[in-house]
């Protein structure tokens, strides 16, 4: 890599940082991409060089938050796929990134349809490791025959939940750690009462 092609990456990710502490402070939707160049140091035209839209830079914040939430996730499935522990390093995960996730939440209702879809499917990415670990646990027995999907939706509700409406049940601190035990005590409840015969 030549040295205007190592300046032009540098600048590509000056401004994906800097984009991420604007939108954990202001939120996406409060945000521009004037503030975001005039923050990184950048003519307001380089921005639009490197993304065409504060939509694709949007994009381009939660796909490195998902891809080193998916590396880890991966790690614990090849490992030992329990979902448990899946469930417990997604919380760990969430507490240490929770500020974009947070504003994620909160307003992922008001995004441009496109974005909105775009998300919603790097979401959903995330929500097939927790199926094939239950799915898994059910077919070798180590669980109750219940529906995995109906519980894992109901996991990632309750976290959309809590994240969504984050300043109204913590001032400071956060929101997952504070209901963690109730989130992981529900998923076991789900797991126990939908395998339940009738």
Same mark, same amino acid.
């Given at each position: 890599?030549?040295k205007?092609?190592?300046?032009?990456?540098?600048?590509?990710?000056?401004? +994906?940082?800097?984009?991420?502490?604007?939108?954990?402070?202001?939120?996406?939707?409060?945000?521009?991409?004037?503030?975001?160049?005039?923050?990184?140091?950048?003519?307001?035209?380089?921005?639009?060089?490197?993304?065409?839209?504060?939509?694709?830079?949007? &994009?381009?914040?939660?796909?490195?938050?998902?891809?080193?939430?998916?590396?880890?996730?991966?790690?614990?499935?090849?490992?030992?796929?329990?979902?448990?522990? $899946?469930?417990?390093?997604?919380?760990?995960?969430? &507490?240490? @990134?929770?500020?974009?996730?947070?504003?994620?939440?909160?307003?992922?209702?008001?995004?441009?349809?496109e974005?909105?879809?775009?998300?919603?499917?790097?979401?959903?990415g &995330?929500?097939? @490791?927790?199926?094939?670990? $239950?799915?898994?646990?059910?077919?070798?027995?180590?669980?109750?025959a219940?529906?995995?999907?109906m519980?894992v939706?109901?996991?990632?509700?309750? #976290?959309?939940?809590?994240?969504? #409406?984050?300043?109204?049940?913590?001032?400071?601190?956060?929101?997952?750690?504070?209901?963690?035990?109730?989130? +992981?005590?529900?998923?076991?409840?789900?797991?126990?009462?939908?395998?339940?015969?009738?």
């Open positions: 890599m030549n205007r092609q190592q300046q032009k990456l540098a600048t590509r990710q000056k401004l +994906v940082n800097t984009a991420r502490k604007l939108f954990i402070k202001q939120g996406f939707l409060e945000t521009t991409t004037v503030q975001i160049a005039k923050q990184s140091g950048v003519a307001h035209g380089t921005l639009f060089v490197h993304f065409p839209t504060r939509d694709y830079l949007m &994009i381009e914040v939660l796909d490195a938050e998902m891809e080193l939430l998916s590396d880890e996730l991966n790690q614990v499935a090849s490992r030992t796929g329990d979902f448990f522990e $899946l469930l417990d390093r997604y919380l760990d995960f969430l &507490i240490e @990134h929770e500020d974009i996730f947070a504003v994620l939440a909160r307003e992922l209702p008001f995004y441009p349809d974005l909105r879809r775009k998300a919603l499917f790097r979401q959903a &995330i929500q097939g @490791h927790f199926h094939r670990a $239950l799915s898994d646990a059910v077919v070798t027995d180590r669980f109750p219940c529906n995995a999907g519980v939706q109901t996991v990632f509700a309750q #976290l959309h939940y809590y994240l969504s #409406l984050r300043s109204v049940f913590v001032d400071e601190g956060s929101v997952i750690e504070r209901f963690r035990r109730r989130i +992981v005590s529900i998923a076991r409840s789900l797991v126990t009462f939908s395998g339940e015969k009738s």
